[in-house]
């Protein structure tokens, strides 16, 4: 079983760009207590969908952005 790929490269850029700005502020101590956290949370998230190139939350919803076409379930 292969996952399939739901996330497109300019996507893939945009969370890879928007993790490296979290792990900024957080490193610099701009983010601090509960929001660095949070902060932390949202950066792995968006690093192992980037990574990855599939998004659970796309799936749901139905979204595909990577411009290739999602297989069928059975």
């Given at each position: 079983?292969?996952?399939?790929?739901?996330?497109?490269?300019?996507?893939?850029?945009?969370r890879?760009?928007a993790?490296?700005?979290l792990?900024?502020l957080n490193?610099?101590?701009?983010v601090?207590?509960w929001l660095s956290?949070?902060?932390w949370?949202v950066?792995a998230?968006?690093?192992?969908?980037?990574?990855a190139g599939?998004c659970?939350l796309?799936s749901?919803?139905g979204?595909?952005?990577?411009?290739?076409?999602?297989t069928?379930?059975?």
């Amino acid at each position: 079983m292969s996952i399939p790929i739901n996330v497109g490269d300019a996507d893939r850029m945009v969370r890879g760009m928007a993790a490296l700005l979290l792990m900024t502020l957080n490193l610099l101590g701009i983010v601090t207590g509960w929001l660095s956290v949070a902060a932390w949370v949202v950066t792995a998230v968006l690093l192992l969908t980037a990574m990855a190139g599939y998004c659970p939350l796309y799936s749901l919803l139905g979204i595909n952005t990577s411009g290739a076409r999602p297989t069928p379930r059975a």
